[in-house]
């Protein structure tokens, strides 16, 4: 549905209204970890998961551990582990017709953020597994990443949302997990239950 505005369609039109890059903002992606790299894996709990399918239809999932949960193999490969989700999978899914994939990085209280883009491939088994165990949660299945390139990402959109500012936190500003549920997703089962589904028992089963 077309709600108005006028379409950019060429890299000049783009251009045009955002500008280009500095020279040292162009030509900052690298191919290979740097030890700066490496320390700030080591920091990041949580990491953003971008892939898309063969049609280019796209998604992106949040991925979360313990800090340093994504292990560095070598310097152009890395592993994140799969923990037990909804098994949707869409985003793996998408990794077996079309093997690129976009990561972000992210240390809770920092606005800058660590990019990775690179290709993924999907492994039973691996060697390594065994030292991404959690809570006694070996991963059998692990998205090992092949980099193509990475830099750092600047804090400017973190410091707009004001992100890690405790003062702005809102969260009973939309509606609590069981009424979105109940609505969208389970509307056969009772509110009282999905509470009770999402309550404090829910963080003692995610790893199984």
Known sequence: MDHGGTPITTPDELEQLVGTPLPAVRDKSRTRLHDLDRQWLAASPLCFVSTADAAGNADVSPKGDPAGFA????DTTIAIPERPGNRRADGFHNLLVNPHVGLLFVIPGRGDTLR????????RDAPYAEQMTVRGHRPTLVLEVAIDEI??????????????KPETWAPDAAPRRAIIAKALERPNDALEE?????GPAYAARIYG
């Open 194 to 198: 999905l509470d009770d589904y999402y």
């Open 151 to 164: 830099f750092s990402h600047c804090a400017k959109a973190f410091l707009r949302s004001n992100t890690w």
């Open 71 to 74: 292990m560095v193999l070598d």
């Open 116 to 123: 990775i883009n690179g290709r993924g491939r999907l492994l």
